[in-house]
């Protein structure tokens, strides 16, 4: 009974680093969604996916891709990594009445 | 552009007491409201869903309404404990089924023995 698994939990990144977030869920969920959180500022929605092959653009996209070629799967990329993205990442996997989000991924850049 | 706010300032209470959390929204006409809570160093758990037309929802200690001409709601937690202390935030839904949640900033609450 997994749910939502987030991978890594920690990550520290020098600038210009790429990586990618990790997102899998195992609802059987059309909607999985990114965002952020940073102190005082609540959760930032970065992008969305209404299913396979579809994905949208939230507030705060700019530095981050995402694909869904699966329904279980959403991953998260950052192209070249600046300081301004050190952040803590959740990953959400929605029904139709709530969502369910993964441990958190604490990213920090230097 | 639309805008979710809660109350940024920590609310204290004592034990035992009823606490009152605020989220109030513009520019938004959403389906339903939800509100979740968040510990520290986890991921915010869903706690209550009420819809456009409900006024009202309740389940054990809690009870959220909904004015969508206020274009507020409410987040009652009666007979609080420290237990219930945490961040409690608030969500909004459109209409247009993308699974597309946007969030409060969040409240915390701080109940005192």
């Known amino acids: 009974n997994a749910g939502v698994t987030q991978t890594p939990k920690f990550q520290v990144l020098k600038t210009g680093q790429s990586m990618t977030l990790q997102c899998a869920q195992d609802?059987?969920?059309?909607?999985m969604s990114w965002y952020r959180q940073d102190p005082g500022m609540g959760l930032r929605l970065i992008h969305y996916s209404v299913g396979a092959g579809i994905t949208d653009q939230g507030e705060v996209p700019n530095g981050y891709n995402v694909s869904r070629s699966t329904t279980e799967d959403f991953p998260l990329r950052l192209l070249s990594a600046a300081p301004s993205q050190t952040s803590v990442y959740f990953c959400?996997?929605?029904?139709?009445?709530?969502?369910?989000f993964g441990q958190g991924t604490r990213l920090t850049v230097v | 552009s639309q805008k979710i706010e809660q109350n940024s300032e920590a609310l204290n209470i004592q034990e035992g007491k009823t606490a009152t959390l605020t989220c109030n929204y513009t520019?938004?006409?959403?389906?339903?409201l939800q509100w979740y809570r968040q510990d520290p160093g986890r991921g915010p758990v869903f706690l209550l869903l009420?819809?456009?037309?409900?006024k009202e929802k309740r389940k054990e200690r809690l009870k959220v309404t909904f004015d969508t001409t206020l274009k507020q709601s409410l987040f009652h937690i009666t007979a609080s404990q420290p237990a219930d202390s945490a961040t409690y935030l608030c969500?909004?839904?459109?209409?247009?089924?993308?699974?597309?949640?946007?969030f409060g900033q969040g409240t915390t609450l701080q109940v005192k023995p």
């Open positions: 520019n938004y006409s959403p389906a339903y």
């Open positions: 959400a996997s929605t029904s139709r009445t709530e969502a369910f």
């Open positions: 969500a909004l839904y459109g209409s247009s089924n993308t699974g597309k949640l946007i």
């Open positions: 009420i819809r456009e037309n409900e």
């Open positions: 609802m059987n969920h059309e909607y």
